[in-house]
């Protein structure tokens, strides 16, 4: 084991990315992104990925903000979270 703390994230940190899983419901992408777009107004959402499971219950969407503190990534995570669609957060 280390004794060294982990590494800090210099802010703002561009390309900072953002996973995370939830139901195939139909409205789980566009929820994510309104989610996403309150705390990191401007993130480009043609460059999310999405990708369903293989018997199509959930669906993982990448995506890649502008990290411009801990206390926004703080909110977005609590924010996802609270969505009753969202399952986990990466």
């Known amino acids: 084991m280390s004794d060294q703390p982990p ?3 210099e802010f703002p940190c561009e390309d900072y990315p953002v996973k995370i899983i939830g139901e195939a419901a139909p ?4 929820t994510v992104l309104n ?3 309150r705390h990191a107004p401007g993130f480009d959402a043609a460059r999310m990925d999405v990708v369903s ?3 199509g219950n959930y669906q993982s969407v990448t995506l890649w903000i502008t990290a411009t503190g801990e206390q926004q990534l703080t909110d977005l995570n609590t924010d996802l979270r609270r969505c009753p669609l969202v399952r986990l957060v990466l």
């Open 27 to 30: 409205d789980f992408r566009e």
């Open 7 to 9: 590494p800090k994230i």
């Open 35 to 37: 989610i996403v777009e």
């Open 53 to 55: 499971s293989r018997k």
